[in-house]
């Protein structure tokens, strides 16, 4: 069974700090995505990372994937307050759909 | 207008109704999921469907069932709700299985439901 583990689960930092959040997976995949979830709304997706060594940034907001490692970092350089949410990593094993991790909750603070 | 679209928004029912969620989508995907949110626990699946013939059981299929009217339309059942099937439901859909295609997922705006 894939379980696929986050951590942390809560992070409060500053802002203008810089900070990584993990996403480890326990089955082989060279799919994993990741999401931000806003309080009381949907999911919205943030990257996607389809083989190994792939590198994505958007803005402030880096993740990167080891499948070897079946490691996945979400990178967050010089964090501001509108980052504040909740972040998800998903592993495709290809089967049949994604699976999820618990999620990160954010929070940045002034 | 939404490409994925959940009603209702919001739900409250008694222990033992039926309840029906429904989901309907514009994007052209073959591949619909439904998908339950409990805090903590990120999302479990439910029940997937990759077409009109083929429906799937997930890891919390108990408690539920789905139908897949159309491409377009994957709906959710509780036959007897429980209170423990309080949670945040997600409609999904995917265009994995095509050449190029990247498999995200597309969330619809999701249905609360409270079982009393």
């Known amino acids: 069974e894939l379980k696929v583990e986050q951590n942390p689960l809560f992070l409060s930092m500053q802002e203008g700090k810089n900070y990584t959040i993990y996403c480890n997976y326990s089955?082989?995949?060279?799919?994993l995505y990741w999401y931000r979830q806003d309080p009381g709304k949907s999911l919205e997706s943030l990257f996607v990372?389809?083989?190994?060594?792939a590198v994505k940034q958007e803005g402030r907001l880096m993740a990167s994937l080891d499948t070897k490692a079946r490691l996945s970092t979400l990178h967050i350089t010089a964090a501001v307050h509108d980052l504040s949410a909740t972040y998800f990593c998903?592993?495709?094993?290809?089967?049949?759909?994604?699976?999820f991790g618990s999620g990160t909750r954010l929070q940045v603070q002034p | 207008d939404a490409d994925v679209t959940q009603t209702p928004r919001n739900r409250i029912t008694k222990t033992g109704k039926r309840i029906m969620l429904e989901c309907s989508q514009t994007?052209?995907?073959?591949?619909m999921y439904w998908y339950r949110q409990d805090p903590g626990l990120g999302l479990r699946l439910i029940y997937y469907s990759f077409d009109v013939k083929d429906i799937n059981k997930g890891e919390i299929s108990d408690g539920y069932s789905v139908s897949r009217q159309a491409q377009a339309k994957f709906s959710l059942s509780l036959e007897s709700a429980i209170p423990n099937q309080t949670a945040l439901y997600f409609c999904?859909?995917?265009?994995?299985?095509?050449?190029?295609?990247?498999?995200?997922?597309?969330f619809g705006e999701g249905s609360r439901l409270t079982v009393l």
């Open positions: 994007k052209g995907h073959d591949r």
């Open positions: 089955t082989t995949s060279d799919r």
């Open positions: 990372l389809l083989s190994n060594g």
């Open positions: 999904a859909t995917s265009d994995l299985g095509g050449t190029g295609n990247t498999g995200e997922l597309f």
């Open positions: 998903a592993v495709d094993t290809g089967r049949r759909a994604l699976t």
